[in-house]
């Protein structure tokens, strides 16, 4: 498969303890972005790679949410301490740069619950 | 970027096109439309897009007005399969502009 994948699938975890997601994406693909999704609504972007570098950070961000991108490939998304309001689907998707903005492929996301 | 107005919700027959509308009357020049899908319990997924001229794959045609000031999606045939949460998205080019808004969209539920 050669599309973006994200692990885990699922996770449960109590409140106060640290997680962390990964995503692998598409492998040519310099871009990759984090969107967190709750019940009902639309995705909400997150953060934004471009290769390496975290170019962009939401204010949903919170300071106990950090991601990395190291050499450019996979991508990791940490939670430290954990709360309920964390709770959501967390999404990642990559594109590559060309002369204009190509699509965004999504993977099928990390669900989190936090109890 | 420019906000769209889509319908909650929208039930179509099996075998039926499915015409799903979006409203984009703030659009800028630059600006193209997106239309993305999420099937329930999955990532969302890219249908099409297009600027002015209206665009055809093999998911879907899109209609945009002379104005841009809205567009309709088309599912020529749907099935149940297309049952899902349609999101129109406008957004611009260029490298700034590489981040998705997506609103709440359009439950499409397709009958048998």
């Known amino acids: 498969d050669t599309g973006v994948s994200q692990n885990p699938r699922h996770k449960i975890t109590k409140r106060g303890q640290n997680v962390t997601f990964r995503c692998d994406p598409i492998s040519e693909h310099n871009r990759l972005y984090w969107y967190r999704q709750t019940l009902g609504q639309g995705p909400e972007f997150l953060t934004y790679?471009?290769?390496?570098?975290?170019?962009?950070k939401s204010r949903l961000l919170s300071d106990r949410f950090s991601a990395e991108r190291p050499k450019g490939s996979f991508s990791t998304l940490e939670i430290q301490r954990t709360e309920q309001g964390d709770s959501a689907m967390y999404l990642c998707?990559?594109?590559?740069?060309?002369?204009?903005?190509?699509?965004?492929?999504f993977g099928q996301g990390t669900r989190l619950t936090v109890v | 970027d420019a906000k769209t107005t889509q319908p909650t919700s929208m039930d179509c027959a099996e075998g039926r096109a499915a015409n799903l509308p979006c409203n984009h009357s703030?659009?800028?020049?630059?600006?193209?439309v997106y239309w993305y899908r999420q099937i329930h319990s999955q990532g969302p997924q890219y249908i099409i897009h297009?600027?002015?001229n209206n665009e055809t794959n093999e998911m879907a045609s899109l209609i945009i007005t002379e104005d841009r000031k809205s567009s309709t999606l088309i599912l020529p045939h749907a099935t149940l399969r297309d049952t899902a949460v349609y999101y129109c998205?406008?957004?611009?080019?260029?490298?700034?502009?590489?981040?998705?808004?997506f609103g709440k969209g359009t439950l499409l539920t397709v009958n048998p």
């Open positions: 703030t659009i800028s020049g630059n600006e193209y």
């Open positions: 998707a990559s594109s590559i740069t060309g002369v204009m903005n190509t699509e965004a492929f």
């Open positions: 790679f471009q290769n390496e570098a975290q170019l962009e």
């Open positions: 297009g600027l002015k």
């Open positions: 998205i406008v957004r611009g080019i260029g490298g700034s502009n590489y981040k998705l808004t």
